[in-house]
């Protein structure tokens, strides 16, 4: 009889969590010491760039990914878990929104062409598949929502899509890291390490999500 993992899906949010920290401070003190800060005005067309990786790693990736582990994560009941988990995705969908407005902006304000890297035909596939799953997830379990069995036969496929949209989003960040990395021309230095340590911990903070996806509850 195969056991399990053994371990409880409530410890696994607790290193996610500390992630979350580890990963905002990083990119702040990356964003705000190293560069030049954000803004979504400004002649310094750089801070509008800016806000670009700022809104899409700690709104869209992070904060999406404490929604997913939401269920596993929050203490109380199991209705006030699905508010939460609705109301995180919601400020993730919003900044993920936010943050390619900027992008486009600066990439519009600079005079540079638009979505012809990988990067950008993730990106785009990432945040037009995330509201897609908001919007059908918002009707069949919220308002109005569908019936038991409905809910109960979309249930498995909800949660495979969403980890493969949050996959797809980490993934893209990391394409998005390399692109900067290589546009600010780094090398050996403190800036290069901090982008590739927000890299490296992104990953682990995909792997964590990923786990608490599949470990129940309590076991
Ligand atoms: C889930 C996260 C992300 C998504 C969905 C995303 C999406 C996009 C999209 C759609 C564009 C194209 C804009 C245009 O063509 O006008 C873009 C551009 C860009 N992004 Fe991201 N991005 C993400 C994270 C990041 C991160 C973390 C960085 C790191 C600094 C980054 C760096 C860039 C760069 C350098 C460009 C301009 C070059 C290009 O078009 O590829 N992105 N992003």
Known sequence: MPRGFQIRATSITILAHLLFIAITTLLSVWLFHFREGVAFNSSNKIKIFNLHPLLMVIGFILVGGEAIISYKSFPGKRSSAKVVHLLLHLIALASGVLGIIAVFKFKIEAGLPHMFTLHSWLGMSAICAFGLQYILAFFAYFFPGAEMSTRATLLPWHRFIGLV??????????????????????????EALIVNFTGLLLFL??????????LPRNF
């Open 165 to 190: 949209i949050f996959l797809l989003a980490v993934g893209t960040a990391e394409t998005g890291l390399v692109e900067y990395f290589k546009f600010l021309e780094l090398f050996r230095n403190q």
């Open 205 to 214: 903070f995909a792997a964590f999500v990923s786990l608490t996806v599949i």
